[in-house]
């Protein structure tokens, strides 16, 4: 069983930037790969970003590419959303999610979902 506990959301102005974090309760953290996750208001769950088991590869939404950084330290169970440049279609409740396998952008492919966090990007 792995637990998933998101944080850092928050009110930011267009331009600005936030960092997620998403905290692992689990001793084989590195057998995971992470990914992330959003959630707007009457539409449905889309992909973010992933990250590899080792933190090698990293993959994104064309909407994010270049503004949206995600990391891992397997030191600290911890996955991590660094936000740039956020835009008001940014905001959503974001969710970290675990996967041992599968597609990467694809809701079905990951195991273990966090709570989520709101981002709200004003304008």
């Known amino acids: 069983q792995v637990q998933l506990v998101e944080s850092g959301g928050g009110l930011v102005q267009a331009g600005g930037s936030l960092r997620l974090s998403c905290a692992a309760s689990?001793?084989?953290?590195?057998?995971?790969?992470m990914g992330w996750f959003r959630q707007a208001p009457g539409k449905e769950r889309e992909f973010v970003a992933h990250?590899?088991?080792?933190?090698?590869?990293?993959y994104y939404a064309d909407s994010v590419k270049g503004r949206f950084t995600i990391s891992r330290n397997n030191a600290k169970n911890t996955v991590y959303l660094q936000m740039n440049s956020l835009k008001p279609e940014d905001t959503a409740v974001y969710y970290c999610?675990?996967?041992?396998?599968?597609?990467?952008?694809?809701?079905?492919?990951?195991?273990?979902w966090g709570q989520g966090t709101q981002v709200t990007v004003s304008s």
């Open positions: 999610a675990a996967t041992a396998g599968g597609t990467y952008v694809t809701v079905s492919s990951y195991d273990y």
């Open positions: 990250i590899s088991w080792s933190g090698s590869r990293t």
């Open positions: 689990v001793r084989t953290f590195s057998s995971y790969a």
